[in-house]
């Protein structure tokens, strides 16, 4: 499995940004897709997870009603749609790919990872 990340970078507090995680090679039927995050000095932490064949998305508290996940099943594809960005939202933002859910949401690990994005909120 790869995951190819893209989107990150520096923005103002309030502002946005939307990052897409692209998995390729995946042999499993059914899979969660999603972010776990780590700011400096700090555990990683789960963000925000999907299935791309359906189902509610999975969120962490620190991001409900300001992120929005999605996914594009065809081109196995998830986004990250982060609005009213915090200080505190400043982490390396890694995509990660599992067939479990708690593998990412309860464990904050996963089978597969993506290269970190890094996402700075800094006036």
């Known amino acids: 499995v790869q995951l190819q990340a893209s989107g990150g970078g520096l923005v103002q507090p309030g502002g946005s940004l939307n990052l897409s995680c692209a998995a390729s090679?995946?042999?499993?039927?059914?899979?969660?897709i999603g972010w776990i995050r780590q700011a400096p000095r700090k555990e990683r932490e789960f963000v925000a997870a999907i299935n791309l064949s359906g189902g509610s998305p999975y969120y962490a508290d620190s991001a409900k009603g300001r992120f929005t996940i999605s996914g594009d099943h065809a081109k196995n594809t998830a986004y990250l749609q982060m609005n009213s960005l915090k200080p505190e939202d400043t982490a390396v933002y890694y995509c990660?790919?599992?067939?479990?859910?708690?593998?990412?949401?309860?464990?904050?690990?996963?089978?597969?990872w993506g290269p970190g994005t890094l996402v700075t909120v800094s006036s």
């Open positions: 990660v790919l599992d067939p479990y859910i708690m593998e990412i949401v309860a464990d904050t690990r996963a089978a597969n």
């Open positions: 090679g995946v042999t499993f039927n059914n899979y969660y």
